[in-house]
């Protein structure tokens, strides 16, 4: 090899080698950035009673004291084996000569009872069963990656099925899911859902794993170059999480759907755009009821207009009083 050869080699390996570690570089910043704090377990959001979520310490006190209500009724810890091979846990609490069950399905990076306390004594207090999982990846559930309803929605099945097996299949089901868990109940709908099961409640759902990872690296992190980002981060789900952010949605879960549905969501919601639930409400063509709240940020609605939300409940709902 000549010295002129060496020379020119040395040329062209040197740009080569910088783009290839400048790849690298954003590769990992991707990870780090987009795919470990949004698809792994116990890294985004806090999952603490923190009263940053409750928007005022009014509300966080309320669910505090209906969180020490929740635990001091000795709820038992029930358990299903999820599709893919995970041990899934639940809180289950009977109440005496129960009109119905209740399932409750939290939101992402958080916990059945950041989410649902106050509802959870509410619906107990009228005679009814709750039944609060913690989602895959989450708390007591094992799991590594979170797929934003993909997988989570055969873990709602599963539930019901549980539910069906402890209680009966003639007892009146519902259920309700705040967030990722209302995204992931809708998905749910598309499977052959047991006949008991009489309504369902959407709080602030998003419509896909797309859309709300789109809207935010868009409008809320302001990421360069979106569209790429979010293709690395999907291969990254493919490689590491077996699942696709294009894989499934809320419509298809509605689109052959005949439960009742009660679509709400806030009006201040800055996380999950309104616009999504009007879009799933606009898509279901089951019976159907939306209920807006004015200035509710995401995922309080139920605190912003307790009343409300019990009135709507009750009546979309035919609750047993």
């Known amino acids: 090899m000549t010295a002129k050869t060496k020379v020119l080699i040395k040329q062209i390996s040197l740009p080569i080698g910088i783009f290839l570690g ?24 806090p999952t603490s009673m923190d009263a940053k979520h409750f928007a005022t310490e009014e509300n966080f006190q309320k669910n505090k004291v209906d969180t020490e ?11 299903v084996e999820s599709f893919d091979g995970l041990k899934l846990v639940a809180y289950n609490l009977p109440a005496e000569n129960a009109k119905g069950t209740w399932l409750l399905i939290h939101g992402h990076q958080s916990a059945p009872l950041r989410e649902y306390a106050s509802l959870a004594k509410f619906f107990h207090e009228l005679g009814y069963n709750v039944v609060l999982p ?16 993909v997988k989570e929605r055969y873990d709602i099945r599963d539930w019901l099925l549980k539910i069906n097996e402890i209680y009966g299949d003639t007892l009146p089901l519902y259920m309700e899911g705040i967030s990722m868990g209302c995204a992931t109940v809708l998905m749910s709908l ?15 759902g998003y419509t896909s794993p797309y859309d709300i ?10 990421v360069p170059l ?16 077996d699942f696709d952010f294009e894989e499934y949605d809320t419509f298809k879960g509605l689109r052959y759907n005949k439960v009742p549905v ?20 606009q898509y ?15 995922a309080i609605s139920y605190f912003i207009d307790e009343e409300g939300y019990h009135k709507n409940l009750i009546e979309f709902c035919k609750l047993q009083q």
């Open 22 to 45: 400048l790849c690298l570089a954003a590769i990992l910043g991707i990870y780090f950035a987009l795919f470990k704090p949004n698809f792994m377990r116990g890294n985004g959001r």
């Open 226 to 241: 979106p569209r790429l980002v979010l293709g690395v981060g999907n291969k990254m789900a493919h490689i590491l999480a």
């Open 134 to 149: 913690y989602q895959r990846a989450h708390g007591k559930s094992e799991g590594t990656y979170i797929t934003f309803g």
């Open 213 to 222: 990872m789109w809207k935010v690296a868009k409008k809320d992190k302001n």
């Open 69 to 79: 209500w929740f635990y001091a009724q000795n709820p038992e810890e029930i358990t």
């Open 190 to 204: 598309s499977f052959d859902l047991p006949a008991n099961l009489q309504s369902v409640v959407a709080d602030c």
């Open 262 to 281: 009660m679509f709400v969501h806030g009006t201040a919601d800055t996380f999950v755009p309104i616009e999504m639930t009007i879009a799933n409400y």
């Open 284 to 298: 279901c063509t089951s019976e159907k009821f939306l209920y807006l709240i004015e200035k509710a940020p995401h």
